[in-house]
């Protein structure tokens, strides 16, 4: 009888939730810039929400790797060495990294447009395994269509990516299918580092009607450069990315990033409490902003139609 209890106490002390008291989340992104800091600081949130409170009863860590997979990768081995509670790789090469690096440690993985792409899940409904998480697939037929209602005339459009980031490589045969439908051509330019974006940029000088950036976190850590090319060759800069709005691209249409993380912190929390990652479905991330920037058009040499001004949820002057 006594081996029969003991039994019992230990199965109930592995399926018990884990209480909101002394966790530790580990979260890493591939870069730092706007949008993913926004994600970041959404996660941070919705678990103070819960009443995992840094500081107080969650150790909340943070490392970016600087736009470097290798780092990505030795990152992700430092968080296994610490086992945390949950890890919450932003972008899909830290996801990558992280489900690489670890197949005991639940992973809540967010701001990945294609998880089956990227092989992070086999299945959105069923995961398995320690992993789950949350999608920002663009919705790359409106990118399409919001740039032909800007500029009717365009035939063909420049995509500006990092083709080592597997996110950016299913994003673009999404938009050849897109862009199909809508009778425009694609231009592909490629950077592969920071560093080469803005001769990336200037090679579709030219060659493009207007320039579209994807959710490419390459891109949009150097997207000033790629904006000082557009301004100069008077080439339309449209991104994927709202945060890049504010930093000089034209307009876009996506997520507010902050919701992004905050939705992510909402199945961390669920991991937290007891649920198994693998059986919780891939979320697609809720909600689609359009901003647009009548500075950055102008400096473009663009003006933004009244039917794109009158239902942008933000307009920068």
């Known amino acids: 009888m006594r081996s029969v209890l003991l039994a019992f106490a230990a199965t109930l002390a592995v399926s018990l939730p884990v209480q909101a008291e002394n966790v530790t989340v580990a979260v890493t992104a591939i870069v730092e810039h ?27 860590m943070y490392e970016s790797a600087q736009g470097n997979p290798a780092t990505a990768a030795q990152i992700a081995r430092q968080f296994v ?72 005339e365009a035939k063909t459009i420049g995509y500006l990516y990092n083709s080592g980031e597997a996110n950016s490589v299913a994003l673009l045969a999404v938009l050849k299918v897109e862009a199909e439908k809508a009778g425009v051509k694609i231009v592909e330019s490629a950077a592969t580092k920071s560093a080469e974006v803005q001769g990336a940029a200037r090679a579709l000088v030219g060659r493009a009607d207007a320039i579209y950036i994807p959710t490419d ?86 003006t933004l139609p009244e039917s794109v001004l009158s239902r942008a949820s933000r307009v920068i002057e």
């Open 34 to 60: 706007p949008a993913l800091d926004a994600t970041r600081d959404g996660v941070r949130d919705a678990l103070a929400a819960a009443g995992y409170k840094d500081g107080e009863n969650l150790k909340f």
């Open 81 to 152: 060495g610490e086992d945390p509670n949950v890890i919450v790789p932003i972008s899909t090469p830290s996801a990558q990294a992280v489900v690489s690096a670890t197949r005991d440690i639940p992973v809540v993985f967010t701001a990945v447009s294609d998880p089956l792409a990227a092989q992070l899940v086999k299945d959105m409904e069923k995961p398995g395994g320690n992993v789950t998480g949350l999608s920002d697939m663009s919705p790359v037929g409106e990118h399409v269509a919001l740039i032909k209602e800007i500029l009717p």
């Open 217 to 302: 976190n390459t891109i949009i850590s150097a997207l000033e450069g790629a904006v000082a090319v557009a301004q100069e060759s008077k080439l339309p800069l449209f991104t994927a990315d709202t945060d890049s709005v504010s930093r000089g691209s034209l307009a876009a249409l996506g997520f507010n990033y902050y919701d992004v993380g905050k939705q992510t912190g909402e199945l961390v929390v669920r991991v937290l409490k007891g649920e198994n990652p693998g059986d919780i479905p891939v979320k697609l991330a809720r909600g689609s902003d359009l901003v647009v920037n009548k500075s950055a058009a102008a400096k473009m040499g663009v």
